[in-house]
């Protein structure tokens, strides 16, 4: 697959398709979305809210979540407001979410079946909880609203700034506002 990427991407900057694309880093809207890797997300998410490239910062991370106030989530959220000027950001959950319900055993399970040692499991369990880094969550709207209030209160976060969560159908792209 790599190699077809590469070959493509020869031609894709060969033929300058590129140009249609140019932009500055800053996002024209000063708009920051943190939302979910889900591939239904790739194009769907910005088309279904009218933004183009260049609009907006996009963060994907599984699940869209948060694990910690200081993971790297909230470091490119710093960075899209302090650095890029953002000056709104939007917590975007979807339908059918995959870290929905997920458990972290079952992820160990995976892990252990493709080799990953007992050693190597307790190594990382040093540096992390593991029950807490590989659990997904129960209840999507009630994640997002989490979300949401741990931006407008983090102690780096300015005040009086714009945070809002939706949800967007992962087939139809319908946002609705979580409350």
């Given at each position: 697959m790599i190699e077809d990427i590469l070959k493509y991407n020869a031609?894709?900057?060969?033929?300058?398709?590129?140009?249609?694309y140019a932009t500055t880093g800053q996002p024209t809207r000063k708009l920051a979305v943190l939302s979910c890797m889900d591939t239904r997300l790739t194009e769907l998410l910005p088309k279904a809210m009218g933004l183009r490239n260049g609009d907006a910062k996009f963060i994907k991370v599984a699940g869209g979540?948060?694990?910690s106030p200081y993971d790297s989530v909230i470091r490119s959220l710093l960075v899209a407001v302090y650095e890029l000027g953002c000056e709104e950001i939007m917590v975007v959950h979807h339908s059918d979410c995959g870290l929905c319900h997920l458990e972290a055993q079952h992820f160990i399970d995976l892990m252990k079946q493709r080799g990953v040692?007992?050693?190597?499991?307790a190594?990382?369990?040093?540096?992390?909880?593991l029950e807490n880094y590989l659990s997904g969550f129960e209840d999507i709207e009630e994640d997002v609203r989490r979300i949401v209030t741990a931006i407008q209160h983090h102690p780096l976060m300015p005040r009086q700034f714009v945070v809002r969560g939706f949800m967007i159908d992962s087939y139809t792209g319908e946002l609705s506002e979580v409350k």
């Open positions: 031609q894709f900057v060969a033929e300058k398709k590129y140009e249609k979540t948060m694990l040692s007992d050693e190597a499991l190594e990382a369990s040093k540096h992390v909880d």
